[in-house]
């Protein structure tokens, strides 16, 4: 059903085989994940080095799966060197609005490809925001932007609450990643869809206010 561009096997292979390097060597794992202490002490490497770990097999295959479905459309629309950059550039914005976050948790740990994953859901619903989405709890197809807006309410509800230990903040990062970028490198959206543009920016404002009045944490 779906013909994957080789740029995307490339980046789910680098997934699949760092993560279970990690799973397998725990001296690896704690070396390259995120954490706040080491950044902050120098180790850079981390904000990228983390989005190739994951907890374990169930967090590497849904967020592998989540790029599959999405990937295809952010190639076709963009081209692949522009999809590498959507990719890469959202896993250091989750990782930057986490760091940002956590600033004073010197503790604070994260893995994952979540940052990145979510940022190419997000240029993919921004470029096409009326493409149908089915979940499995949900009978009948939701549009795209109507699932991207709902889960950036869902992660900042999840930034307010701290629910479970998801890294929220790293989402809404990459999501913030991904449309800003794709904004950049396709600005005639703003002529064509203008109006997806407004609606999907509107979490982002919604954050931003939160935080300047002091109602995020």
């Known amino acids: 059903m779906y013909n994957l561009d080789i740029v995307t096997i490339v980046i789910i292979a680098a997934n699949v085989i760092i993560s279970f390097k990690g799973f397998e060597d725990r001296l690896f794992f704690e070396k390259y994940k995120f954490n706040v202490g080491s950044i902050r002490r120098g180790e850079q490497i981390r904000m990228f080095s983390s989005g190739f770990l994951h907890a374990d097999v169930t967090h590497l295959l849904f967020n592998m799966i989540t790029l599959y479905f999405f990937a295809d459309a952010v190639i076709f629309e963009l081209g692949r060197v522009n999809f590498m950059i959507i990719y890469f550039a959202s896993l250091v914005f989750g990782n930057l609005l986490s760091l940002y976050f956590h600033k004073d948790e010197y503790w604070y740990s994260a893995i994952g490809a979540s940052g990145a994953v979510t940022g190419i859901l997000y ?34 509800y999840g930034m307010k609450n701290r629910i479970g230990n998801i890294g929220h903040d790293a989402h809404f990062g990459g999501a913030i990643g991904g449309y800003a970028i794709t904004l950049v490198l396709m600005p005639s959206l703003f002529r064509t869809d203008l109006g997806y543009v407004g609606l999907l920016a509107l979490p982002i404002v919604i ?5 300047k009045t002091g109602k995020l944490n």
């Open 207 to 211: 954050l931003f206010v939160l935080y």
């Open 123 to 156: 240029s993919a619903i921004l470029l096409q925001p009326e493409m149908s989405l089915y979940m499995f709890f949900v009978p009948i197809p939701i549009p795209g932007y109507v699932f991207g807006i709902g889960y950036l309410l869902y992660s900042i």
